[in-house]
């Protein structure tokens, strides 16, 4: 397996880029958190069918048959859910929450996979087999389905795929059956004629290159080179998961990722602003190239089917801001935010840097500064620096590209997130 390269400095010339475009729109922004109030998610419609042109674009140009599916856990705002449908895309959900969700948008092309489906969310994914494709994780999923299918309408058979697990070994195998299972489970599945098995799906997390991808599409082709002919040509779809890390890859407080950026106490010294590093991303057409390349290889000779995807984070990640207002300044180089890291609902940015920008004293230049939120934890920090001409109590803070693991991990934590304040105007708007 491909391990991460080492991380680079982030160059001043692609931050500066980076935060410029954002400051060009700051009026909007500002008025925005005007008329909402603040702390307000901003969400920006347009990127995100930018995005979704895109990534479809790139694998449309290398392969024939493709589907997409918007991964909703990355982002469980409706209206992301609702662009994406527009934009022709399905949606892979994980859970019965997602997929009411799903369900009451009119989606109706659904993918269901995760570990752990309860009985409840796969009779509520049987009474829409019309819409739902069923991922099951493995054999005692298997066997819980046909338990509930008797009370289920035998003429039209539920649609299932099934999820391998890319690791065998480690915490990843808890995620579906491994490829040496894959004949057992073809025999059991072969014999029941309410379930109609059409494809395969994987995936693997937080991928910077295609490595990963590639060596799995390999083991693929090789167990299916192994398999029976009539479950190869049974074979509607095979899907990839989600798991591309955008473009501008990963960018740290610190060149050990692993270890975390803290030195004790959250105590970054702020005698100057610390450089930034940058873990190199891949351009998702690159993906597209090494996957088909992959495909074509190894499992377009035993399997001619259509190949499906789930991007989350790739899509999601550039759509949605964070603005936020400085509610205290405690000392020149010390402001206090009116939101906790509560409404991300992790300590993301200990380790994630992100240009915090103070839209309204907008400036090119990164100033040391304490930006910490309003829970009673020191672990509740959004950064160690902002871009202006000087922070004041009431001044606008945005922090752009939150769109993916942020909104839906938000937590009623001291403060309250999207769901307590929506009367306050935390709810998503378009920007
Ligand atoms: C099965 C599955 N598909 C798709 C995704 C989306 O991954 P990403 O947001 O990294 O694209 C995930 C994320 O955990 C997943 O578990």
Redo the contacts with the bound molecule.
Sequence with gaps: MSEHPAPLLLEKDSLETFVRAYLDRQERYLALAQKHGSPLWVLDSGVLKAKARRFSQAFNACFDQTAYYF?V??NNCPEVAATLLESGFGL?VSSGIELNTALDLNAGDIVF??PGKTDEELRLALRHKDRVTLLLDGFSELDRLCALLPGSDQASPVRVGIRLTTNPQGLWRKFGITLEMLPEFWKKIAALPPIRFAGLQF?S??NLTPDRQVEFIALLGQTLARMPGDFNRSIEFIDM????WPEEGEWLHSPEPQQGALPQENSIPLDRVRPHYRIPGTPIEMFAKALSHAVQTHIFPFADCRICF?????ICHSAMHLLLSVIDKKSHDLVITDAGTNIIGWERFETDYFPVLNLSRSGLVERPCHILGSLCTPHDVFGYAYFGEGIERGDCLMIPCQG?YTYSLGQNFIKGCRDLSKSEGQTPRQG
Excluded: F, V
């Design positions: 991964a856990k990355s892979d996979s995760g995936h997390s937080w998961g989600g798991g591309y789930e991007p989350g984070r790739w993916a």
